[in-house]
């Protein structure tokens, strides 16, 4: 069963104006969130993370809100530039250090618009 | 950059051969992973070590084994690959032991099982 959701494959938005990407979860173990960027051919590369004690984490352009009791958290970027045409993944962990692994999300294709 | 190297990254093998991947990182750093990237699956861990000979399995290890013999190199073994194993593989490291810390990933294998 999987433990990390985004439910939406890809998402198509104009260049100046706003992405939100979404992601549910199902493991109320989990304790920190990130999201991941990534391009073809490469890695993931970390964007920003939150931890279940907040609410909202911002960075730059970039802007994570958590729900805690609905289990779901979404990454905000504002406002959207042609690079940042990527799929961006959703990963959570228990602990979140030492060998705690991530689980991931199937990621969402999102694509810029000019 | 994250000084994590893997080779190769590409190959090309037959059904039932044996195949080795290498990641290598340039730090000493005591955790590392290995994730498979497969459409409609997202990055799935398969391996993970905590240090020189500790390793363990994450949730798809089944086909493939590790090693680690040195700190800085983290071997994927597939002992008879299958056309299912047709992925692209990724190695992952952690830089600290920080609760919430990211994992920091590699540019990838990719491995084509004919």
């Known amino acids: 069963d999987q433990q990390v959701k985004q439910n939406s494959p890809s998402l198509s938005v104009q260049e100046g104006r706003i992405s939100i990407l979404n992601c549910d979860y199902t493991?109320?173990?989990?304790?920190?969130f990130l999201w991941y960027k990534k391009y073809p051919a490469e890695g993931p590369t970390f964007l920003i993370s939150?931890?279940?004690?907040?609410d909202k984490n911002e960075d730059g352009r970039f802007t994570v809100f958590l729900n805690k009791s609905a289990k779901h958290l979404s990454l905000h970027i504002v406002p959207s530039q042609p690079g940042d045409s990527a799929v961006y993944f959703c990963?959570?962990?228990?602990?979140?250090?030492?060998?705690?692994?991530?689980?991931f999300g199937k990621g969402t294709h999102l694509i810029i618009q000019p | 950059d994250a000084g994590i190297t893997q080779s190769p990254r590409h190959k090309v093998t037959e059904t039932g051969t044996p195949v080795t991947l290498r990641c290598h990182q340039t730090e000493n750093h005591r955790y590392m992973y290995w994730y498979r990237q497969d459409p409609g699956h997202g990055l799935r861990l398969i391996h993970y070590?905590?240090?020189?000979?500790?390793?363990d399995k994450g949730e798809v290890s089944d086909g493939y084994s590790v090693s680690r013999s040195k700190t800085e190199d983290f071997l994927l073994t597939l002992e008879s690959a299958t056309s299912s194993q047709t992925s692209v593989y990724f190695c992952?490291?952690?830089?600290?032991?920080?609760?919430?810390?990211?994992?920091?990933f590699g540019n990838g294998t990719r491995l084509t099982v004919t």
């Open positions: 990963a959570a962990s228990e602990r979140g250090g030492g060998a705690d692994g991530l689980t």
């Open positions: 493991n109320s173990m989990f304790d920190y």
């Open positions: 070590s905590y240090g020189v000979k500790d390793t």
């Open positions: 939150i931890s279940s004690i907040k």
């Open positions: 992952a490291i952690r830089t600290t032991d920080r609760a919430g810390s990211p994992l920091h």
